[in-house]
């Protein structure tokens, strides 16, 4: 009986556990949502042509702070596949 090694896999290359990716991500949203916060106030206290782009901010920046938070966790690149080959069924 012949020992195959192509069941031997390399997994060093794996990513972070979301417990510890989670942190980040939190930390990135919540300054996001304060810079959204101070562009509320400030749609208050400017004059009119600066308070457009503070609403503008206000307004988009709830999108833009979910994309930044949720970036980071694809980091696999095309074709970096743990298993590069399908395992053999038995005939």
């Known amino acids: ?6 069941g031997v896999y390399d997994i060093t290359s ?6 510890s990716d989670q942190p980040g991500r939190q930390r ?3 300054i996001s949502m304060m810079v ?6 400030l749609t208050v206290i400017l004059p ?4 457009w ?4 901010g206000a307004v988009f ?5 979910v994309v930044v938070a949720n970036a980071g966790r694809e980091t696999i690149l095309p074709g970096t596949a743990i298993l ?4 053999r069924s038995l005939s």
């Not at 794996?14 to 417990?19: D, E, G, I």
């Not at 782009?53 to 503008?56: D, H, I, K, Q, W």
């Open 1 to 6: 009986m012949q020992r195959d090694d192509d």
């Open 84 to 87: 590069k080959k399908k395992p």
């Open 53 to 56: 782009v503070a609403l503008s």
């Open 48 to 51: 009119s042509p600066f308070r």
């Open 61 to 65: 920046l709830p999108y833009i702070a």
């Open 14 to 19: 794996a990513q972070k556990s979301l417990s």
């Open 28 to 30: 990135r949203y919540f």
């Open 36 to 41: 959204r916060t101070a562009c509320f106030i």
